[in-house]
């Protein structure tokens, strides 16, 4: 699924697609059926995902130079199952002050003492970590008062808890098509709420 938000801080379900499991293949064919259908991707300020490589790899592709932000949310979820429970604390801590820093400037300070304390002990994440650090930072880059929405992919979670709900609470559907017909009945619902209540942060 993928959500937009313009200008006018309108948010709307812009695409979707089903596939049998995540992947590379189906993440390129969504973001292709966007371009096709109107998507000027050379005028996306910001791309947002979840820690998905399969997601990563298409937005290069279909995107290419588009700037793309991990979700901190799903990489400090790691975090807390990577490292020991006696450590989880501290790490945890010291690893949310790079994304509550003021500044790129203070974030990177934050990060390289997290890095001294904790890669050697915990050496394949910190791995990851030093390797995706530019798509964790992105989101600086925006105004100060988006940081807190555009830096996790949490605005459209309850949207896909939604979507969990009404197609795994079933017992069943007939076929696709009435699978289909649910999910689209409840993205016209969702998109018709959001026009309602734009966010004005966002009108800039």
């Known amino acids: 699924v993928a959500v937009g938000i313009d200008e006018d801080g309108r948010k709307e379900v812009i695409g979707y697609t089903r596939s049998r499991r995540e992947s590379g293949t189906a993440w390129r064919r969504l973001l292709s059926q966007l371009v096709e259908r109107g998507l000027d991707y050379e005028r996306l300020d910001l791309v947002i995902s979840d820690d998905s490589s399969a997601i990563a790899l298409a ?32 790490c945890v801590k010291d690893l949310r002050a790079v994304y509550l820093a003021q500044n790129t400037h203070q974030a990177l300070k934050a990060y390289a003492h997290w890095r001294s304390r904790w890669a050697g002990k915990y050496r ?21 008062s988006h940081w807190q929405y555009v830096r996790t992919n949490n605005p459209i979670e309850r949207l896909m808890a939604d979507i969990r709900t009404r197609t795994f609470g079933w017992a069943g559907f007939q ?30």
């Open 59 to 90: 937005v290069d592709d279909v995107f290419g130079d588009a700037v793309q932000q991990l979700c901190w949310a799903h990489r400090m979820a790691r975090l807390a199952d990577a490292v020991d429970q006696d450590d989880r604390a501290e």
């Open 124 to 144: 394949s994440f910190a791995a990851e970590l030093e390797k995706d650090l530019g798509k964790l930072l992105a989101f600086f880059s925006c105004p100060g």
């Open 175 to 204: 076929n696709k098509d009435s699978c289909y017909r649910l999910l689209y009945g409840l993205f016209w619902q969702t998109n018709n709420d959001w026009k309602e209540q734009p966010k004005l942060d966002f009108t800039h």
